[in-house]
């Protein structure tokens, strides 16, 4: 049996999908914004680019990354900043 889980930290909403003791991150998003925050591997795959390619934007400030606040050995970035600086339809 699968459970969504819905929780709000820092003004984001996390959905987390609980299956037996595993919770998985599936999307974070800022609902005032219209953000999506999903981490770096996820939004090259969404552009088809390189991850390095998106790591280097952001750490070249070219686009907005933070920590992940589930995770802090990722970084996520905004999937929909990302198609716009590839102009891709979101």
Do not use: C
């Amino acid at each position: 049996m699968q459970v969504l889980q819905v929780m709000i930290k820092n003004g984001m909403i996390a959905a987390y999908q609980s299956n037996a003791s595993l919770n998985r991150r599936m999307k974070l998003s800022n609902a005032t914004s219209g953000e999506q925050w999903v981490p770096m591997s996820e939004a090259a795959q969404a552009v088809n680019v390189n991850l390095s390619k998106i790591s280097r934007l952001a750490s070249q400030k070219k686009i907005k990354s933070q920590t992940n606040p589930y995770d802090e050995r990722t970084k996520l970035v905004d999937l929909n900043e990302v198609k716009r600086y590839f102009r891709i339809q979101a």
